[in-house]
């Protein structure tokens, strides 16, 4: 693991948009995934209009969403296959058979999940993932006391997500069960990149980074990836040991 400090959220966000796309650049065919939500929010206008203004051969791409709200349909304005088309797929004209969502809606969950699992494997695996960290370090809907170990799975969502999900929503809406990626995933993929900014993540990174390994805190398991980076801004790094970034 690597800590990576910049100066504000644009140079952060410049950065994981390069990274993407100097492996699109060295892949065609990479698998991409990537998180939803404020964290990646800028990182992906970067991305776009790079891809746009370089003129990136996308066309065999592969996108992988992290998660799903369970239960709401891909259209609600809040939801990830929303924030997916609108920032992603619509600009830069990417095909339904270049990515592979979870359907939120579908009255096989388990299915759905056996069926990322089996879509990553066909693919390679994931060669670089994109994401964020709540506020109780979940990293996609891997909420306090996962098994390290998951896969693709359904779970319980914790009160502080389903207390700060309700941002993304124009009305309050009823969010109980999340469909996630496994922490397994995460750490069998080539290249991680966790991102976060702002004064309230300093502390939340300082456990990620600086404190034991436990799944009561799911970031953690960032410090055994072996190509792992956490980029933070100055505000997010503020309580760090500056001695122990690298």
């Known amino acids: 693991m690597k800590v990576l400090v910049f100066n504000d959220n644009n140079a952060l966000a410049e950065f994981a948009a390069s990274e993407m796309i100097e492996l699109l650049k060295k892949k065609p065919a990479a698998v991409i ?14 991305f776009v209009k790079k891809a746009t203004t370089e003129k990136i051969n996308l066309e065999s791409f592969i996108f992988i969403g992290l998660d799903e709200w369970v ?6 304005k809040g939801s990830c ?10 600009p830069l004209g990417i095909r339904p058979s ?27 695996g994931i060669d670089l993932m994109v994401v964020g960290i709540g506020m109780n370090g979940h990293i996609g809907f891997n909420e306090p006391g996962v098994d390290f170990n998951l896969l693709s799975h359904v779970i319980d969502l914790d009160e502080t ?6 941002k993304y929503f124009s009305e309050p809406v009823s969010l109980q069960k999340g469909i996630t990626l496994g ?19 300093s502390m939340v990174i300082k ?20 190509e ?7 505000d997010a790094g503020s309580l760090l040991d500056k001695s122990k970034i690298k």
Do not use: W
């Open 33 to 46: 995934c990537l998180a939803s939500g404020d964290s990646p929010k800028l990182t992906c206008e970067l």
């Open 71 to 76: 239960g709401l349909s891909p259209k609600t």
């Open 81 to 90: 296959e929303s924030d997916f088309q609108n920032r992603l797929f619509d």
């Open 98 to 124: 270049q990515y592979h969502l979870f359907d939120g809606l579908s009255n096989n969950l388990e299915k759905e999940c056996a069926d990322m699992d089996a879509f990553i494997k066909k693919k390679g």
């Open 161 to 166: 997500t389903v207390s700060v999900g309700q």
């Open 183 to 201: 922490l397994g995933h995460l750490m069998n993929s080539k290249k991680l990149l966790l991102l976060a900014n702002g004064k309230r993540k």
């Open 207 to 226: 456990k990620a980074v600086e404190e034991t390994i436990s799944n009561l805190f799911p970031a953690s398991i960032v410090q055994q990836h072996p």
């Open 228 to 234: 792992s980076y956490v980029l933070i801004d100055e």
